[in-house]
């Protein structure tokens, strides 16, 4: 009996961690992966890469923009998990451009995700370039297709749009806004 209960115990705890996996994996950031989202993914097979999710199709055509955004939903909760914006839009043979991470949820394997603090975003990754913009500071990162932008309010010297900013003023703890790959090469 002790040996049927151990191994029923033993296949349980592999479960879990293979759920556990799963989950981790389904929010991992790489340069050329975001969960089972890659560059060579097409528009037509969204769907079933995200089975679990709602995936909607936003159609943004109007006077000032001809583009589309297709917003992937988690289905329980209905949460916002991504933005993506398709190369050539309302063509379903078209693969992602870029991806908005709109949830905490995403992160890269050095933890990199909205909410980062601007030193531990620093401490993994060189900073290519640090963009000045109206209301954020856009960073580019050396070597993966990552952006990600800081509100201004989290920068020490006051700075109008147009004025180079330093990583140096930029609050220790300031937090990444928002998050984006970018796919369009």
Known sequence: MNRIQLLCGG????????????QESRYRI????????????????LSAVFSQDSVVDR?????????????????????????????????STSTIATVQVMDTLFKTPEGLGIGTAFEDLSAHYKIKRIENTLGTAMI??????????????????PTQMGVEIEASQIKRRAKVKHLWLDWED
């Open 11 to 22: 296949v349980m705890v592999l479960a879990f961690l293979w759920s556990c996996q799963q």
């Open 30 to 45: 790489q340069n050329d992966q975001i969960g089972d989202l890659t560059p060579t993914t097409t528009v037509a097979e």
């Open 140 to 157: 580019f990162l050396e070597g993966i297709p990552i952006y990600v932008d800081i509100d201004k309010s989290e920068i020490y010297e």
């Open 59 to 91: 159609n943004n055509s109007s006077q000032f923009s001809n583009r589309n955004e297709i917003v992937v939903y988690d289905k329980g909760s209905q949460r916002e998990l991504l933005r993506l914006h398709p190369k050539t839009s309302f063509d």
